[in-house]
Structure formats: structure tokens, C-alpha cells
């Protein structure tokens, strides 16, 4: 276990057994989608998936609660790798009917944080940091507020004094007066709660509102008229705890997500012009000295070396590239490998399975799907691959074609070592190219090959003398006829 995720000690030493319960049952109905509202992507993963990665840094996978409703199978099988723990919300009857439904699965626990799975930007360390205050406030409920330019449409926390922790309320901006509405502070939804204080006044929660719903909001009133403790903490970044209730909010946020990746990978000695063109995952790894061009896109877990240059317009997708390689402009890469020094592109297509040996040359309009090109082995121009493998040293010319379905399978061709494959070849596969062999330009090749051999499929070339004089002179005479 990481030293992060040990149990939390309270002031005083104790050990306090801290749970995480992520809101994630919701609908999303002003997205106007089909899908759930916490699969929706940014940066290259659902919202709920960013959520669980920074509750993973703060407690262990076994003590997080994914609360799920809306197409909860759908959810839970998004994010069942992560391993966390599902509690079925199977009425979407608001935020605190969601911590209701809890009860059985955070009894055992002495304080439980309580995040919005629809926020992606949150850090582990401002979770770390919200159960840290919470426990040394010994509060019943802590909330994590944001200090916010235009608060407009956030619920306002108004404190006892302005250097108060403790909190007098929470105004929802209808309710709110002239003076309440140039307040700054707002509630952003999460929150820490003392789970037997949590589950001793939760069923005072009332449904007299708009939606008839419970808010967890509202634990703020019944826990200060039940004479329990209330205290705020101000996030130190406000972007941290925004929601994504809109395709424009959502759009927001995978922008926000994607530029601090590239910024980051800046700081980490990666150059990339124009980051705000480039699109880069969050789960992508490049290494130090390469140099990004813009409108490059870095996708899924694309791993990428030193020194490497990636030319403008290529797409990589799942694709592990060595150290000093050159993608050249307008490449598409798809669980694949490049291996050091390579050279792919311009304008090739690498499929699932590919892999590109070290030193070796793919170049403009070449596809390959489930081939090995080995080591400084070159298909330069026009070339299909598929099914294939190619040894070392070998010049694949210039439209190429391995025939690898004949209607129902796929077959394999192999090229060994030094063979040299002549220009607008076709390997019907099965085949085989022995070692040190000669492919004549033209030829279709459907046996195989023995090694250092010269193999000529094509038929012999015919000349007629004057042929095509006679036919113009035919065409002319016929034509005078008319």
C-alpha cells in the first residue's frame, strides 16, 4: 500500500477510517445525449474515470463508492477496471438520497469525502487536503468552496465572519440578496462529512423543494439546527471543482484538460509549438528533447521517446515509438510500435499490429496491418502490407501488394532477409521469399521463392513494328469517309 493511502490520523493520533463516495448516478439532461453524464470524455477518458484516478492517490480502491443510477450497467462496466465499489442508486431522487442509499456500505467508516464525479479536473491533493481540514476542524460537515470572478448560478457560502472557517449558510443564488450576490464564495458540491453525525440527521433532509429531491446541500441547515459544527475550505485553484452540466461546459473542460498535459509535458522538456492546436491525452508519455508540431494528436496510451520529431497532422493512437524517431507529416497510427530511428510517413498508415523495426523507412501512401518491417528495411512509396513479415534489409518497391484474403481468411507472406522486391509486385499469400532473393518489377508472385533466387511472373513483352501508325491511318481514312 502507498504511503498515501494509509489511514488518515486524526488530531490527537487517532486513526480515522476515511471513505470516498463519488456522485455518479445522474442523468446530465442539458447535455441532450443518449449516453450517461459521467462517460462523457475529456481529455481521452470518461469524467468519472479522472475523478477515481485522483481519489485512487488519497485512499485505497477498496474504501471509493461510485454511486450509479442512470445506465448503471453501462457505468459500471466503463470503469470496473479501476476497481472501485458500486452502490446502485436505482431512484434518482437527488445528491443526498444518493449518501441515503449508502447508509450500509459507509457505516463501518469514520469520515466519508464526497466528490462529483462529473468534475475532472480535481486534484488529489485538494481532496488530500479538504480531509486533512475536515478532521482538524473536528466538523460535522466541511465544505469545499471556490472563489469565483462570476459566481452567477453557484449556491453562495456565507461564513459567520470573514475569518471564520465556520459557516452560517448556503444561499442559493434565487434566494440570495443584492449584497449575497457580490459574494464571491461558492459551494462547489463537494464536501467531507463525520459518517455517524451524517447518518444520525440525514433523514431530517426534506423534498419541499422544485425537483423533490434530498440535497446534500441542505445537510448544512440541519446540521447547524441539530447545533453540529459546519466549516468551509476554499479550493486553491477554482477551476478544480467545475461540473460539466453543458456540451459547452463539457468542451471547457477537455480544452483545460488537454493544455495543462501539454504544458506539462513542456515543463518536462518537450517541445510543442502551439499547444493550444495540439491534441494530447492524458495518459500519453513523451520523452524529453522531442519536438511536437502543431495539429498533432496523441491518443489513448501513446508512448513516445526522446528525440523524436512529429510532424503536423499525424494521429497516434495507442502507439509505442522509440527514441529518434521521425513521424512525418500526416501519419495514422493505431496500436502499433515504432522502433528507434525509424521514419514513417509522410501519409502512412500504420493498422493494429504493426511494428516498424529500428532504422527502418515506411513512407508516403504505405499501409500496414499485422506486419513487422524489420530492422532498416524500406517500403518508400505506395505499398499495402497486411499480414506480413519482413526480415531485415529488404526494399519492398514501390505498389507493392500483399494479397492476404482470398474471401474467407487471411494468410500470411513472409520476406526474409535482403530481398529485394521490384516495383507493382503482388504476393498472393500464403508465400514465402527465401532469404536474399530478387522480385522482378511487375511480377505476381503465388509460389513460393527459394533463397538468393531471381523470380519473373509476368508474361513475355510483344512488339508490333508500326502497329500503331497503321491504326491512325485507319482512323483518319475512315474519318475522311464520313
Known sequence: MRKSQKSHSAAGGSILRVAIAILAAGKGTRLKSKHPK???????????????????EVVPTQDIYAIIGHEAERVRKAVAHTGVNFVLQTEQRGTGHALMVCREALAPYDVVLVLSGDAPLIKAETIARLRDFHAAKKAAMTLLSAQLHDPSGYGRVIRKSPKSDEVKAIVEEKAATATQKKMGEINSGFYAFSVPILFRYIDRLRTDNHHGEFYLTDMASVLQKAKQRVVAIVASDPHEILGSNTRAELVDLDHRLRLAKSLQLI???VTIFYPHTCVIDSGVEV????????????????RVGSDCRI????????TVIGDRVSVLPGCVMDDSEVKAEAIVGPYSRLRPG????????LGNFVETKKTRLGKGSKANHLTYLGDTEVGEGVNVGAGTITCNYDGVSKHKTVIEDGVFVGSDTI???PVRVGK??????????TDDVPADSLAI????????????KEKREARAKDAKAK
Open 457 to 468: 511472373a509476368r508474361t513475355q513483352q510483344t512488339v508490333k513494328e508500326g502497329w500503331a
Open 38 to 56: 459521467v462517460l462523457h470524455e475529456v481529455g481521452g477518458k470518461p469524467l468519472l474515470a479522472h475523478v477515481i484516478a485522483a481519489a485512487t
Open 311 to 318: 510532424r503536423s497532422y499525424s494521429v497516434i493512437r495507442n
Open 427 to 429: 504476393l498472393i499469400a
Open 267 to 269: 515543463d518536462n522538456g
Open 436 to 445: 536474399g532473393s530478387y522480385i522482378a518489377a511487375a511480377s505476381c508472385i
Open 354 to 361: 504493426s511494428e516498424i523495426g529500428e532504422g527502418a523507412h
Open 287 to 302: 520523452g524529453a528533447d522531442t519536438v511536437i508540431e502543431p495539429f498533432v494528436q496523441l491518443l489513448g496510451n501513446t
